[in-house]
C-alpha cells in the first residue's frame, strides 16, 4: 500500500521536550498538507509545502512550530519545547498537483497522536 | 469570506433508512466541493467530489452528493443507511483562483442504528 505513511502513531513527550513528526506522502506526489486536529473538532490547516519550499504556513504558531520537505525524505513537522496545549492528533496530506487551490483530493496519512505529559 | 458549515453536530438514522447530511458554503466564483469521512483512530477518506458538470456526484461506498448552486449546499446522502457507515463526516471546499485554500467544515458525526 502505498498510500500516505505517518510515524510514530503515537508519541508522548514531557513538557519543555522536543516532538519530530514525520510523513512520507503518496508516491508521485509532490504536495504535503499538515492539519491538526482535537478531539471532537475539525481540521485545522497549519501549514503547505512543496519539496525544499514552504508554501503557506498561515496556520502554524508563529513559535515553536517548524516544518520542512527537504528533497530527500519525508516532511518533518518539529514542535519545540511541547506545552499541554500541544496534544493533539497531528495529520499529514499529500495531493498530486495544484495545491491547496485545487480540484485534486488530498490524500490523508492515518496521524500522530501526541500527548504532552 | 470563504466558508463551509455542516449545521448539524450529529445526525442519527436507523439502519436501512436514508441518510443526509448537510453542508453549505460561502465562496465567490466556482467552487470545488469535496466529502470525506473519518473513522476512529484513521485519517481522512475521500469520498467524492464535484469540480463541474452534473449536479449529482456518485462516489464511494454508495455515497451520493448533490451541488445546489442556489442554495450554495453540497449535501451528503446514500438511500438506505448501515451501521458501519457510522463515523465522522467532513464536507470541504476549494477553488481554483486567488490562492483559496481548502477549507474543512467542522464534521458531522454519524451514528447508525441497528
Known amino acids: 500500500n502505498a498510500g500516505v505513511m505517518q510515524n510514530p502513531r503515537h508519541l508522548v513527550r514531557r513538557r519543555g521536550q522536543e516532538a519530530r513528526l514525520r510523513c512520507s506522502p503518496m508516491?508521485?506526489?509532490?504536495?504535503v498538507y499538515w492539519y491538526r486536529q482535537l478531539p471532537e473538532e475539525g481540521l485545522k490547516f497549519m501549514v503547505y509545502?512543496?519539496?525544499?519550499?514552504?508554501?503557506?504556513e498561515s496556520g502554524m504558531p508563529k513559535e515553536r512550530f517548524s516544518a520542512e520537505f527537504p528533497k530527500e525524505g519525508p516532511s518533518i513537522l518539529r514542535i519545540q519545547q511541547v506545552v499541554r496545549g500541544d496534544s493533539a492528533a497531528y495529520f499529514c496530506?499529500?495531493?498530486?498537483?495544484?495545491?491547496?487551490?485545487?480540484?485534486?483530493?488530498?490524500?490523508f496519512g492515518d496521524g500522530t497522536r501526541l500527548s504532552i505529559l | 469570506a470563504q466558508s463551509v458549515a455542516q449545521p448539524e453536530d450529529q445526525v442519527n438514522v436507523a439502519e436501512g433508512n436514508p441518510l443526509t447530511v448537510k453542508c453549505t458554503y460561502s465562496?465567490?466564483?466556482?467552487?470545488?466541493l469535496f466529502w470525506y469521512v473519518q473513522y476512529p483512530n484513521r485519517g481522512l477518506q475521500f469520498l467524492l467530489k464535484?469540480?463541474?458538470?452534473?449536479?449529482l456526484v456518485k462516489g464511494s461506498y454508495g455515497f451520493e452528493a448533490e451541488f445546489n448552486k442556489s442554495q450554495t449546499s453540497f449535501h451528503l446522502k446514500k438511500p438506505s443507511a448501515l451501521v458501519s457507515d457510522s463515523a465522522l463526516y467532513f464536507c470541504?471546499?476549494?477553488?481554483?483562483?486567488?490562492?483559496?485554500?481548502?477549507?474543512f467544515g467542522a464534521g458531522t458525526r454519524l451514528f447508525v442504528k441497528a
Open positions: 509545502l512543496q519539496k525544499e519550499n514552504i508554501i503557506d
Open positions: 508516491k508521485g506526489h509532490s504536495h
Open positions: 470541504a471546499v476549494s477553488r481554483n483562483t486567488g490562492g483559496f485554500k481548502t477549507i
Open positions: 465562496v465567490s466564483g466556482n467552487p470545488y
Open positions: 464535484y469540480i463541474t458538470g452534473d449536479n
Open positions: 496530506a499529500s495531493s498530486q498537483q495544484g495545491g491547496q487551490n485545487s480540484n485534486q483530493p488530498q490524500h
